[in-house]
Each structure stands twice: as C-alpha cells, then as structure tokens.
C-alpha cells in the first residue's frame, strides 16, 4: 500500500516511477536520477538528485515550461533556458521566435534520448495492468 501511495501521479491516473535524464548538446546520456514515486513534483526531484552537484558554473539548462527549476540551477551558477511564453501577448516577436525554434531543435534530440532509454529499458514504457500487477 506504502509503493503504491508513493508512486500514484495525479498527472497520469495511475502509478508511475520517475527519472531525471539529462543530455549533453551531442546527445549522450550525462545524468540519470535514482528512480522516484510519481507523486513527487519535478523541482523536488531536482533538488533530491545529484543533478544540481553536477552543474558546472555558465552551464545552460533546457526545460519544458512548468519545469520551475532555475532557483535550483542558479545555485551552482548556471542558467535554465525555457520555450517562449506567448501567455499575455498575441504573438512572439522575431527573436523570441528564433529562440523558441533553437530550443525546439534541441528538444527533439533530447525526446530521442529518452526514447532511446526506453527502448533500451523495456520496464520504463512499460504500462502495468492491475490484472499483470496480480
């Protein structure tokens, strides 16, 4: 009852683990978090992995919107890099636009990466029924 508690995630309806996969621009695998119960939220999964340790200060880190990391990333002087928001505005300007799409670009490698994990380890795709879990 104690897992299940620790893993349900309100975001997916059911239990999930997560990881922390970071990448380098080259598309390597730099990082991967112990696992976590899916109740935790993103920013305490950052500040309880070793991430943040392995920060070197001017290092740039890319993250999804409602990724709220920078106060953590700050702290080993670097620097969170996130998509252009357009809440409050009609539309982006030039350079936010050109901004966002570099940022796109790198997102795509890193959605690979993760993949790639996942095809690696078949577990981490894997959705488990409640008649598998019986």
């Known amino acids: ?45 950052t500040a309880n ?11 740039l880190v890319s993250a999804d919107r409602g990724f709220e990391i920078q106060d953590l990333v700050a702290i080993a002087g670097a620097e969170v890099q996130y998509p252009a928001f357009t809440r409050g505005k009609c539309q982006l300007g030039v350079t936010e636009v050109e901004a966002t799409r570099k940022i796109a670009n790198v997102r795509i490698h890193v959605g690979r990466v993760i993949g790639s994990v996942r095809q690696i380890y078949s577990i981490l795709g894997a959705l488990i029924t409640k008649a598998d879990d019986e």
């Open 1 to 45: 009852m104690t897992a299940r508690a620790q893993t349900w995630s309100n975001y997916t309806y059911h239990n999930t683990v997560k990881y922390m996969i970071g990448t380098t621009p080259q598309g390597t695998v730099s990082f991967i978090s112990n696992g976590w119960g899916g109740r935790w939220d993103d920013k305490h999964l």
């Open 49 to 59: 992995s070793k991430f943040i340790s392995k920060l070197i200060y001017g290092d």
